[in-house]
T-cell receptor, first 113, second 111 residues
Framework: DARVTQTPRHKVTEMGQEVTMRCQPI?????VFWYRQTMMQGLELLAY????????DSGMPKDRFSAEMPDATLATLKIQPSEPRDSAVYFC???????????FGPGTRLTVT | GQQLNQSPQSMFIQEGEDVSMNCTSS?????WLWYKQDPGEGPVLLIA?????ELTSNGRLTAQFGITRKDSFLNISASIPSDVGIYFC???????????FGDGTTLTVKP
């Protein structure tokens, strides 16, 4: 049963600390998306990659957020320095060309105090 | 950018009732997707629609791709308690490669 995996599932950190979230897309999927979900903003697209190349990161605050795909099996989202307003659930999703459907991971719940 | 208006924002229904929700857009999409999110989990794809006018079922769920390509509808028949969750619509243009999500419809089913 192929699934997107995300680690950690929960992260509590203090303001100013660096946070790294990891995602393993479904094997064979060539697009990876990072979303942020809050009560106020719903599902907000931060960035997405196709064939490991960033296609759109316009939704991401560039001064503190960065997203990379070191290889086809790993995507990372980093926040440095973190702020309380970054508290949210961060989802990774992957998709394959053709169906254009996205499959979501379980999310990382981030709390910045 | 493209905006999706999903309604209703929330629904409180009795077990056994049918449910209808919809999404409208100011612009055209060539793919419509419906997802369900359970508490503490990521959204799960329910139904994907690829052609204007298409009507697709998945068990008690039926979704339609509007003829104008600017809207889509999801119906749930004979609701049960496990239907509780947030339902998201998403529109996509294949050339763009990314989806635009609605704000979700929160469904509560009373036994």
């Amino acid at each position: 049963d192929a699934r997107v995996t995300q680690t950690p599932r929960h992260k509590v950190t203090e303001m100013g600390q660096e946070v790294t979230m990891r995602c393993q897309p479904i094997l064979g999927h060539n697009t990876v998306f990072w979303y942020r979900q809050t009560m106020m903003q719903g599902l907000e697209l931060l960035a997405y990659f196709r064939n490991r190349a960033p296609l759109d990161d316009s939704g991401m605050p560039k001064d503190r957020f960065s997203a990379e795909m070191p290889d086809a099996t790993l995507a990372t989202l980093k926040i440095q320095p973190s702020e309380p307003r970054d508290s949210a659930v961060y989802f990774c999703a992957s998709g394959s060309p053709g169906p254009y459907e996205q499959y979501f991971g379980p999310g990382t719940r981030l709390t910045v105090t | 950018g493209q905006q999706l208006n999903q309604s209703p924002q929330s629904m409180f229904i009795q077990e056994g009732e049918d449910v209808s929700m919809n999404c409208t857009s100011s612009s055209i999409f060539n793919t419509w997707l419906w997802y369900k999110q359970d508490p503490g989990e990521g959204p799960v794809l329910l139904i994907a629609l690829y052609k204007a006018g298409e009507l697709t079922s998945n068990g008690r769920l039926t979704a339609q791709f509007g003829i104008t390509r600017k809207d889509s509808f999801l119906n749930i028949s004979a609701s049960i308690p496990s239907d509780v969750g947030i339902y998201f619509c998403a529109g996509q243009n294949r050339s763009a490669g990314k989806s635009t999500f609605g704000d979700g419809t929160t469904l509560t089913v009373k036994p």
